[in-house]
C-alpha cells in the first residue's frame, strides 16, 4: 500500500511564493509516477508536474514558475515529493492533490493524498 500526505497549502498573495510537499510511504520500488494536480471549483482537474524515475513533466500553464523534485529517505520507507510554486496568480487558486500510480506488486493502482487548498489573492 502507498499513503499519501500532503502539507504546505495556504493563503498567499499574487506574485508570492509557496511549498507544498507530499509525503509517500510504503515501498519506494512500487511507485512510478508521482504527480501534482489541481483541481478549481467548476474546472477540470489539471496535471500540472510530474516526476517519474527522474523525468519531470509541466503543464504549460505553470512552466517556469513551478519547480518538482522529489527526494527519498535513507531508509527507503519514505520520499517526499515537493513542488515549489513562485511568481503566483489568482489562477493558481486551487486544491492540490498529490496522486502516485503503482508498478511491480501495485501496477496499476493509483494513490491520492487529500489534498491542500492554495489560495493566491491580495
Known amino acids: 500500500q502507498v499513503q499519501l500526505v500532503e502539507s504546505g497549502g495556504g493563503l498567499v498573495q499574487p506574485g508570492g511564493s509557496l511549498r507544498l510537499s507530499c509525503v509517500a510511504s510504503?515501498?519506494?520500488?512500487?511507485?512510478?509516477?508521482m504527480g501534482w494536480y489541481r483541481q478549481a471549483p467548476g474546472k477540470e482537474r489539471e496535471l500540472v508536474a510530474h516526476i517519474t524515475d527522474g523525468v519531470i513533466r509541466y503543464s504549460d500553464s505553470v512552466l517556469g514558475r513551478f519547480t518538482i523534485s522529489r527526494d527519498f529517505a535513507r531508509d527507503g520507507a519514505k520520499s517526499t515529493v515537493n513542488l515549489d510554486m513562485r511568481n503566483l496568480i489568482p489562477e493558481d487558486t486551487a486544491l492540490y492533490l498529490c496522486g502516485a500510480r503503482g508498478r511491480n506488486s501495485l501496477r496499476g493502482r493509483d494513490f491520492w493524498g487529500q489534498g491542500t487548498q492554495v489560495t493566491v489573492s491580495s
Open positions: 510504503g515501498r519506494q520500488s512500487n511507485i512510478g509516477f
